[in-house]
C-alpha cells in the first residue's frame, strides 16, 4: 500500500509545485457573467500576481487550499472579475491557518483558512458564499460550477478575466478506481471522461453546487489537462464544517 501511496504522489507532485500550481486554469469553460460569483477571490504574491483562488466566507475569512501556502503570499483581491481592472478590494493578508493534518496534497487535508487585515466591503461587487452547514450527499452526474483566473490550455497563456465551467459529479467509487487510491474527505467532479475540468493553477478555488461552496480545487492527473484522464479532485468541505468553526471562533473571542 505503501509502495502504490509513493508511485501516486510521484505523478501528483509535479503539476502542484510552486512553479506549476499557479494562476488559475479553466478548461473548456466560458467568462463568468458580469456580477456573478461575486465570492471568488485572487489570492496574489507581494508583486501583486495572482497565486492561487479561493472564496470569501465571511467578510475577513477567505478559504483557500493549503498548498498554496507560500512566505510570498501577501494579498487578497475581491470584487471585479478581470484583475486588471482597478475597481476592486485589495486587503493584506493577516494570517493563515493550514489544518494541522496537512502534509503533502496528495495526502488530503488540503484546506487553508485566509484571516483579512481588514473586513471586505459587502455589497461593493463582493459577497459571501455559504458552505454546507453539514455533510452532504452529491449525486453522481450532479452539475457543480468550478472557476478561476488563468490558463485555458495545458501550454496557455494566463488570462485576466475569471473563466466557469460546468462539471459533473463523479461518484467516490468510480474515482477510487480510476486513481486506485485517494485521500480520505474529497469530492471527484470533471476532468474523466469530459472536455471540462480545472487544470493547475486554480487551486484553491470553489466547487458551487446549488450556491453552496462544497469543494475546494486540490489536484489533478500530472500536469495534464487534455481530459479525459482522471478525475479532478477536491476538498470536502463539510467534513471541515466543525474545523473552519473552531478557527472562526477563536479568532472573535
Sequence with gaps: MVTLYQNILIFLQPPLTYQNSHGSDIIDGEKAPENSM??????????????????????DFVVS????????????????????????????IENKIIHKNYQHVGLGNDIMLIKLSEKVQLGHGVRV?????????????????VAG????????????????ANVSVITS???????????????????????????QGDSGGPLVCHGFAV?????????????????????DISKYRKWIDEVLRNFFE
Excluded: R
Design 38 to 59: 461575486q465570492y471568488m477571490a485572487s489570492v496574489q504574491d507581494n508583486e501583486g500576481e495572482h497565486v492561487c483562488g479561493g472564496f470569501l466566507i465571511t467578510e
Design 129 to 145: 458564499i455559504q458552505i454546507p452547514p453539514a455533510e452532504i450527499n452529491l449525486k453522481e452526474n450532479q452539475v457543480c460550477q
Design 215 to 235: 469543494g475546494i480545487v486540490s489536484f489533478n492527473y500530472y500536469n495534464n489537462c487534455k481530459y479525459p484522464s482522471k478525475p479532478n479532485v477536491y476538498t
Design 149 to 164: 483566473w488563468g490558463k485555458t490550455k495545458t501550454e496557455g497563456e494566463l488570462v485576466d478575466e475569471l473563466m466557469v
Design 173 to 199: 467509487k468510480n474515482c477510487e478506481d480510476q486513481w486506485m487510491i485517494l485521500p480520505a474527505n474529497v469530492i471527484c467532479a470533471g476532468g474523466y471522461k469530459t472536455t471540462k475540468g480545472f487544470c
Design 65 to 92: 487550499a493549503a498548498h498554496c501556502d507560500d512566505s510570498s503570499l501577501t494579498y487578497v483581491v475581491l470584487g471585479n472579475h478581470n484583475l486588471k481592472n482597478g475597481n476592486h478590494q485589495k486587503i493584506k
